[in-house]
């Protein structure tokens, strides 16, 4: 019986280190691998017997490309566990700067990452020098939503004035002024963006598992929500491990998650797919016009929804900017007290899940954080068992660069879901 196998040592265009292994035997896909080898980072280890007010800043440093997903999504399970409630002007200002996250993380990928594969070139680098014009409008893009960054969080990486129960400092309406016309001058790059890359061509590819994402009634899920599902009913975010299981594997350094046993994707596909209705005008415009559609199960076709996502992430920003007031106190008190707390945020990347248990002298005693990359391996990896099934034909080196691009579909973050490995130590 024949073996085929087909390897990518090492993934370009990611976070991180990763590779991808596919076996076939006998004309038939039996393994489909995505290999991820960096070095667990044990975050959730040393977290344990630190303060409870440190896990905003900690936790900002698992990525430098969403640090705000996990600041917010440690300060909503921590602000739980405590039973204190933020004022709606700081949600605001949280939300405002999860926008600026937003839009220069899906523009990095979209344009740095992602468009060279659909448009024929090999990196970065070498499409700006045949389309500067581009990769130009790309990077003014990427910049107005690090200028987000950098007005709320103080820096556009690891930002330094987030804290429990708001912000060190809050700026002025004068201050969030000069935003409203840098966000106004991007959203028509943003407009472009999705112009461009609904152009793109896609292969054709529909997956059949399970969605899950964050929902709210009031707008298009961010900063925290409900969870939602395509195939059952939603739950609150204290039941998240009531169906969220995580497993070791043997070719990974990353955990892998189950939803009820089942496999499923999180992310930009999974919110359109179930929040596309709550998108803003604007926003929905677009996805109209790139003929996106009511959901998106296309991975391919992952790069329109996060153009349509930047949209709606510049027309919310300008929203809370025309409509703010400074906020009369910039934080909450947080005191500390025994508890267990959920947090939930939607990282530009999928669901970012936060639990601390704290003890009554505010020291943490037990952390678990299951990042989005980690939600989506087994989704990964059964699609590329399906695209291989279904391009046999191809040779090797034409079907092994087909499974690389499929990868980037995704916009794995990598050092994000190498976080924690069981460690036994013996000592005799």
């Given at each position: 019986?024949?073996?085929?196998?087909?390897?990518?040592?090492?993934?370009?265009?990611?976070?991180?280190?990763?590779?991808?292994?596919?076996?076939?035997?006998?004309?038939?896909?039996?393994?489909?691998?995505?290999?991820?080898?960096?070095?667990?980072?044990?975050?959730?280890?040393?977290?344990?017997?630190?303060?409870?007010?440190?896990?905003?800043?900690?936790?900002?440093?698992?990525?430098?490309?969403?640090?705000?997903?996990?600041?917010?999504?440690?300060?909503?399970?921590?602000?739980?566990?405590?039973?204190?409630?933020?004022?709606?002007?700081?949600?605001?200002?949280?939300?405002?700067?999860?926008?600026?996250?937003?839009?220069?993380?899906?523009?990095?990928?979209?344009?740095?990452?992602?468009?060279?594969?659909?448009?024929?070139?090999?990196?970065?680098?070498?499409?700006?020098?045949?389309?500067?014009?581009?990769?130009?409008?790309?990077?003014?893009?990427?910049?107005?939503?690090?200028?987000?960054?950098?007005?709320?969080?103080?820096?556009?990486?690891?930002?330094?004035?987030?804290?429990?129960?708001?912000?060190?400092?809050?700026?002025?309406?004068?201050?969030?002024?000069?935003?409203?016309?840098?966000?106004?001058?991007?959203?028509?790059?943003?407009?472009?963006?999705?112009?461009?890359?609904?152009?793109?061509?896609?292969?054709?590819?529909e997956f059949d598992h399970e969605v899950l994402?964050?929902?709210?009634?009031?707008?298009?899920?961010?900063?925290?929500?409900?969870?939602?599902?395509?195939?059952?009913?939603?739950?609150?975010?204290?039941?998240?491990?009531?169906?969220?299981?995580?497993?070791?594997?043997?070719?990974?350094?990353?955990?892998?998650?189950?939803?009820?046993?089942?496999?499923?994707?999180?992310?930009?596909?999974?919110r359109y797919s179930l929040n596309s209705t709550?998108?803003?005008?604007?926003?929905?415009?677009?996805?109209?016009?790139?003929?996106?559609?009511?959901?998106?199960?296309?991975?391919?076709?992952?790069?329109?929804?996060?153009?349509?996502?930047?949209?709606?992430?510049?027309?919310?920003?300008?929203?809370?900017?025309?409509?703010?007031?400074?906020?009369?106190?910039?934080?909450?008190?947080?005191?500390?007290?025994?508890?267990?707390?959920?947090?939930?945020?939607?990282?530009?990347?999928?669901?970012?899940?936060?639990?601390?248990?704290?003890?009554?002298?505010?020291?943490?005693?037990?952390?678990?954080?299951?990042?989005?990359?980690?939600?989506?391996?087994?989704?990964?990896?059964?699609?590329?068992?399906?695209?291989?099934?279904?391009?046999?034909?191809?040779?090797?080196?034409?079907?092994?660069?087909?499974?690389?691009?499929?990868?980037?579909?995704?916009?794995?973050?990598?050092?994000?879901?190498?976080?924690?490995?069981?460690?036994?130590?013996?000592r005799h």
């Amino acid at each position: 019986m024949s073996t085929r196998t087909l390897n990518v040592g090492a993934l370009t265009r990611v976070e991180g280190e990763g590779a991808l292994r596919v076996r076939l035997t006998g004309g038939a896909v039996d393994c489909a691998e995505l290999n991820i080898y960096e070095p667990p980072r044990f975050f959730e280890a040393f977290l344990r017997g630190r303060a409870y007010t440190e896990p905003p800043d900690i936790t900002a440093r698992v990525c430098g490309i969403c640090p705000v997903a996990y600041q917010v999504s440690a300060c909503n399970a921590i602000e739980s566990a405590c039973g204190v409630t933020v004022d709606p002007e700081l949600v605001a200002l949280r939300r405002l700067l999860y926008c600026g996250e937003w839009i220069h993380s899906h523009v990095l990928h979209i344009y740095l990452l992602h468009a060279p594969d659909f448009l024929g070139y090999p990196d970065a680098i070498s499409l700006s020098k045949e389309r500067r014009e581009f990769v130009e409008r790309g990077l003014a893009l990427k910049k107005a939503g690090n200028r987000l960054m950098e007005q709320l969080g103080g820096r556009a990486i690891h930002p330094i004035n987030v804290r429990l129960g708001g912000f060190y400092s809050v700026p002025s309406r004068d201050e969030l002024k000069p935003l409203s016309e840098i966000l106004r001058h991007a959203m028509d790059n943003a407009l472009y963006t999705v112009h461009a890359v609904a152009e793109f061509d896609f292969p054709e590819l529909e997956f059949d598992h399970e969605v899950l994402a964050l929902t709210d009634p009031n707008h298009y899920a961010i900063e925290n929500g409900t969870i939602a599902r395509s195939a059952g009913p939603a739950f609150p975010v204290d039941q998240f491990l009531d169906h969220v299981a995580e497993s070791q594997v043997p070719h990974s350094t990353a955990l892998h998650a189950t939803l009820d046993g089942g496999r499923y994707l999180t992310g930009p596909m999974a919110r359109y797919s179930l929040n596309s209705t709550a998108l803003s005008p604007i926003a929905r415009q677009a996805a109209d016009d790139a003929g996106l559609g009511d959901e998106c199960r296309n991975p391919f076709r992952s790069i329109i929804a996060r153009a349509v996502e930047v949209v709606y992430a510049l027309e919310e920003a300008l929203r809370i900017i025309a409509e703010y007031q400074r906020p009369p106190r910039p934080f909450v008190e947080v005191p500390a007290r025994a508890g267990v707390g959920h947090g939930v945020s939607e990282a530009p990347r999928g669901l970012l899940y936060h639990r601390y248990e704290i003890e009554d002298d505010g020291l943490i005693r037990a952390v678990t954080i299951i990042p989005p990359t980690s939600q989506n391996q087994a989704a990964i990896e059964h699609d590329m068992a399906a695209l291989v099934a279904a391009n046999m034909a191809l040779d090797d080196d034409t079907l092994t660069s087909l499974c690389e691009r499929a990868i980037r579909n995704y916009d794995p973050c990598i050092s994000c879901s190498a976080h924690f490995l069981t460690l036994t130590v013996e000592r005799h």
